[in-house]
């Protein structure tokens, strides 16, 4: 084997490999480029999924001549003027990005500097250079890649559908309009306009969010939350989704370093520890966090497409986030999500037609009759207590968040009455959150406190069940549980915890049986205070209020007062809503009065 130095128009082409990996990846790289020209207005055109044609235009600072040839060189960079990599604060330094797709495409770059009287073109095609020639172009700079990956067919190979590279090209210019909301974006795709993003005014929490809700849907507009944490030189802000606006993968996680949108391995994980057991199971919310830090703290040169990057005290970033977004989730309280209740009015919207055809309106009027017959207890029902004490608290009761108590459905919902709207309360839901989180202080306050049951209740399970969990007993008493072995597969439960109820026994020592067959392996006394939150749920759960149960207006005041004064009731343990809110506003609308 001879060793040889490699011609320059192969290294470009191995550093293509990692730079260029799709056409995605050279839409990032030129609207890079761009912002970091300081342009303020972006137009991007893809055809054929990218492979055909990219071309973006700016009107950023543009090139004179000489930084024009030297543009398409390797290792030429304008960013970093120094020798220094740890102060970084444009997207781009390594100054390859541009000689890697002109080694693999039909690059041509034409621009003219600010201020310049003329401009000029060049192009390099799978390598080689043209020389400089004039251009008309009037401001800033147009980059056109054709034909990307011609010259390298075995990477054009590994393209997927047209369809799929145009969905990532989307992406990707969103991810980076995400970051930027100060700057406009036109994209188009076979000459059709995909989306335009107007410019938003500088100051991220007044304006930025305009562009979150473009980017991230109207829902999140809704349901965000502002977050703000400084610390040190470290300043941390943004919007993060209420926890009742879930996804099923973390893709909608954005983190924003220094204006750079980053993949961070950790972030998943960093969220969801401050999400908690606000989430679903396997759930993530949708947010945006921009960070921004000296520029010392981070080191960017990690990954050659940039995407990744290291904190040098990533424990305090974490800790940062965690601590900004709980605050914000604490003080959302028992804010509800107002995107639900947006639905629920929308699937309420009278029929088409109203009032147009008899025979609808006779159908409906049917179908009120037939659901008059539907369980509903009204709470004025002539009962002379009842009467009395919701008369008697009314004019008071209104004006608390979640207002008066006016009438039960079908023994499962409150539906209650504020100032200017409905509030329909899922009484399972709400009160498995209430326990749920009294478990979770009174264990941090020293202790869950129990009840002795008068008669100790044998429950049933099978062999196995019932070991595990007479060997989790000691574990379980600090929980409020004290059982014991009861023959081969019974257990008996001599207390609960005084939370509990009249709840369900059985039901919850099958739940515990199964957590701890979950985490069977673990080592016998870790197992349940690794899932503490788990293990409280699923008794909050088992000591709730069931749907199904009758309530009288002071249970349901009360548990409306208990609602207002706890943190985090707006969901229960599984995440689901526990209340919606209709607007007398929305309603007075449905009816035509507004
Ligand atoms: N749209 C543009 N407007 C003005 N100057 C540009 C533009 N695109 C590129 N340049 C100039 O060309 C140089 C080379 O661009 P290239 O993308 O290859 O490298 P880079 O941005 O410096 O680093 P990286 O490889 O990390 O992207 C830049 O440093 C910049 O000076
Ligand atoms: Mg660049």
């Known amino acids: 084997m001879v060793i040889r130095q490699l011609p320059p128009d192969l290294i470009n082409r191995i550093a293509a490999g990692e730079v260029v990996e799709r056409p995605a990846s050279v839409v990032k790289e030129l609207i890079e480029n761009a912002v970091d020209a300081g342009a303020r207005r972006l137009d991007i055109a893809t055809a054929g999924g990218g492979l055909r044609l990219i071309r973006i235009s700016d009107d950023g600072t543009g090139m004179d001549r000489g930084d024009l040839a030297l543009a398409v060189e390797r290792h030429a960079t304008s960013k970093l003027a120094g020798d220094d990599l740890s102060s970084i604060l444009t997207l781009g330094f390594r100054g390859e990005a541009l000689p890697s797709i002109g080694a693999v495409a039909r690059l041509s770059i034409a621009s003219r500097a600010r201020g310049a009287n003329d401009a000029y073109e060049i192009s390099v095609d799978a390598g080689r250079k043209s020389k400089l020639k004039p251009s008309a172009l009037s401001a800033g700079t147009r980059v056109e890649v054709r034909d990307l ?11 997927k559908s047209e369809r799929a590279e145009n969905a990532a090209i989307a992406e990707m210019v969103k991810r980076l309009a995400l970051a930027r909301p100060d700057i406009a974006f036109a994209f188009a795709s076979e000459e059709r306009t995909v989306f335009r993003l107007e410019a938003c005014q500088p100051g991220l929490l007044e304006h930025g969010l305009t562009r979150l809700g473009r980017i991230l849907g109207p829902d999140f507009v809704k349901d965000a939350l502002p977050v703000r944490a400084v610390r040190g030189g470290v300043l941390l802000e943004g919007f993060a989704g209420l926890p009742t606006l879930h996804r099923p993968n973390s893709l909608q996680l954005h983190l924003i370093v220094n204006g750079r949108p980053v993949r961070d391995r950790l972030l998943a994980g960093t969220v969801r520890a401050a999400y908690g057991d606000l989430l679903p199971q396997g759930r993530y919310p949708v947010l945006a966090l921009f960070l921004s830090l000296p520029p010392g703290e981070v080191d960017v040169n990690v990954h050659p497409a940039k995407t990744e990057l290291r904190f040098r005290d990533s424990n305090g970033v974490r800790s ?4 900004a977004l709980r605050e914000a989730l604490g003080a959302a309280g028992h804010r509800a999500t107002a995107s639900l209740s947006e639905a629920a009015l929308s699937r309420m919207a009278p029929p088409p037609g109203r009032g147009a055809r008899p025979e609808s309106f006779e159908k409906r009027a049917f179908g009120l009759a037939e659901r008059a017959q539907a369980p509903f207890t009204p709470l004025s029902e002539p009962s002379a207590d009842t009467r009395g004490s919701v008369a008697g608290d009314d ?53 869950i ?49 005084s939370l509990f109820g009249t709840g369900d026994v059985k039901g919850l020592l099958a739940d515990l049986a199964a957590e701890l067959a979950e985490t069977e392996g673990d080592g016998e006394t870790r197992l349940l205070a690794g899932r503490l939150d788990h293990v409280l749920s699923t008794m909050a759960c088992h000591g709730s209020v069931r749907a199904g149960r009758r309530l009288n207006p002071e249970e349901m005041n009360a548990l409306l007062r208990d609602m207002e004064s706890t943190p985090f009731t707006g969901q229960c343990n599984h995440g689901r809503p526990t209340y919606i809110e209709l607007k007398l506003a929305d309603i007075e609308k449905l009816f035509s009065r507004r």
């Open 320 to 323: 940062l986030i965690i601590g």
């Open 449 to 497: 406190s129990r009840q002795l049951l008068l008669i100790p209740e044998v429950v049933e399970l099978d062999g196995d069940a019932a070991s595990s969990l007479s060997a989790a007993a000691v574990e379980l008493e600090r929980l409020g549980l004290v059982i014991e072995p009861f023959g081969p597969a019974s257990v008996l439960v001599r207390e609960v915890p």
């Open 395 to 447: 004019a008071s009761d209104t004006a608390y968040p979640l207002g008066a108590a006016r009438a039960q459905l079908n023994d499962t919902f409150i539906v209650a009455a504020t100032e200017d709207a409905l509030v329909i309360v899922d009484q399972h839901a709400a009160h498995e959150r209430l326990v749920y989180e009294r478990l979770k202080r009174s264990f941090a306050n020293g202790g």
């Open 149 to 159: 990956f011609y010259a390298t067919p075995a990477r054009l190979k590994f393209m």
